[in-house]
């Protein structure tokens, strides 16, 4: 497997003590991940032959332990140690039939965060025969599976995949477990508004900051143009409008002609407006000059 192993959840069963040769016709697993990356568990044991007591250990502590059973329990305790747990249940009524029993369970252990992506994986072990045997992991709310190709995502890769609408589940079958078989499985999912679900937030942050930006830019030149306009006087804005007729620019004899002043009272203006960088005066030959609007109004 190509990827790092982020939590194992060992499950195994170590002792049914009253029948040596005991054996499981179904053993099955649920590990349910919540919102919160909690993980809380479903274990079905279906024993072929009845038996008196039943002791199950995990390798990690358990919360609000639950049972069932169609058979009647005569005393069912859990016990948590240093880094593992214990389930001891002594029965008092199973029979060929009546051999079910179903323990519910939440636990202290957690999915590994790999920058992207969870990684949950886990471990069973079997001291005793199971016919059939299954494991399923249900991942949180609207998560999906971290892979482009689906069967990388978890392992082993004969997995198969199911929803409910709102949860992903991968789950595995297997037949004849045989004593002492160590199974492995994990899964790699990511979570809404990890990584990638961020980058749609960056991306339109940066397009109102530009957008803003420009608005305030282009709020600012227009402010600049009437500030300056509003300071022309009547003939100044005549000669302005001289300029912008003919594209910004004209040699000032043009101006003097379509504005009828006098050649003298043209020059005070260009003069003027030279003098408060509205123009810019461009000499053409030794007695002409050619008048250019600096600004775009």
Same mark, same amino acid.
């Given at each position: 497997?190509?990827?790092?192993?982020? !939590?194992?959840?060992?499950?195994?069963?170590?002792?049914?003590?009253?029948?040596?040769? @005991?054996?499981?016709?179904?053993?099955?697993? &649920?590990?349910?991940?919540?919102?919160?990356?909690?993980?809380?568990?479903?274990?079905?044991?279906?024993?072929? =032959? #009845?038996?008196?007591?039943?002791?199950?250990?995990? /390798?990690?502590?358990?919360?609000?332990?639950?049972?069932?059973?169609?058979?009647?329990?005569? &005393?069912?305790?859990?016990?948590?140690?240093?880094?593992? /747990?214990?389930?001891?249940? @002594?029965?008092?009524?199973?029979?060929?039939?009546?051999?079910?029993?179903?323990?519910?369970?939440?636990?202290?252990?957690? #999915?590994?965060?790999?920058?992207?992506?969870?990684?949950?994986?886990?471990?069973? %072990?079997? #001291?005793? /025969?199971?016919?059939?045997?299954?494991?399923?992991?249900?991942?949180?709310?609207?998560? !999906?599976?971290? =892979?482009?190709?689906?069967?990388?995502?978890?392992?082993?890769?004969?997995? &198969?995949?199911?929803?409910?609408?709102?949860?992903?589940?991968?789950?595995?079958?297997?037949? %004849?477990?045989?004593?002492?078989?160590?199974?492995?499985?994990?899964?790699?999912?990511?979570?809404?508004?990890?990584?990638?679900?961020?980058?749609?937030?960056?991306? @339109? !942050?940066?397009?109102?900051? +530009?957008?803003?930006? +420009?608005?305030?830019?282009?709020?600012?030149?227009?402010?600049?143009?009437?500030?300056?306009?509003?300071?022309?006087?009547?003939?100044?804005?005549?000669?302005?409008?001289?300029?912008?007729?003919?594209?910004?620019?004209?040699?000032?004899?043009?101006? !003097?002609?379509?504005?009828?002043?006098?050649? @003298?009272?043209?020059?005070?203006?260009?003069?003027?407006?030279?003098?408060?960088?509205?123009?810019?005066?461009?000499?053409?030959?030794?007695?002409?000059?050619?008048?250019?609007?600096?600004?775009?109004?």
């Amino acid at each position: 497997m190509k990827y790092v192993t982020a !939590v194992s959840l060992f499950i195994t069963i170590l002792m049914i003590s009253s029948c040596a040769e @005991a054996s499981l016709d179904y053993y099955g697993t &649920e590990v349910n991940i919540d919102q919160d990356q909690s993980v809380n568990c479903k274990i079905l044991f279906k024993f072929k =032959e #009845p038996v008196e007591e039943f002791t199950y250990f995990l /390798s990690f502590n358990i919360y609000n332990l639950s049972i069932s059973s169609n058979f009647d329990l005569a &005393e069912c305790r859990a016990e948590n140690f240093d880094k593992f /747990s214990s389930i001891t249940c @002594a029965f008092s009524g199973m029979t060929e039939e009546s051999n079910r029993l179903i323990l519910y369970f939440d636990t202290d252990i957690r #999915p590994t965060y790999l920058g992207n992506r969870y990684n949950i994986s886990y471990i069973f %072990n079997f #001291p005793l /025969s199971a016919d059939r045997f299954s494991s399923r992991v249900k991942l949180p709310t609207n998560s !999906v599976l971290s =892979e482009d190709i689906i069967t990388t995502s978890f392992f082993p890769d004969d997995g &198969e995949t199911a929803t409910d609408g709102k949860h992903i589940m991968v789950f595995w079958d297997r037949t %004849n477990i045989e004593k002492d078989d160590n199974l492995m499985f994990s899964v790699l999912y990511k979570m809404p508004g990890t990584f990638i679900d961020y980058t749609g937030y960056v991306i @339109a !942050v940066l397009i109102i900051v +530009v957008v803003l930006v +420009v608005f305030f830019f282009n709020k600012g030149r227009k402010k600049s143009k009437q500030e300056i306009t509003s300071i022309l006087d009547k003939d100044e804005k005549a000669v302005i409008d001289i300029l912008r007729k003919h594209e910004g620019k004209a040699v000032q004899k043009v101006i !003097v002609r379509e504005t009828d002043f006098s050649k @003298a009272k043209v020059s005070r203006l260009v003069k003027d407006l030279k003098s408060r960088d509205i123009i810019d005066i461009e000499p053409v030959s030794g007695r002409e000059n050619r008048i250019i609007l600096k600004i775009k109004l």
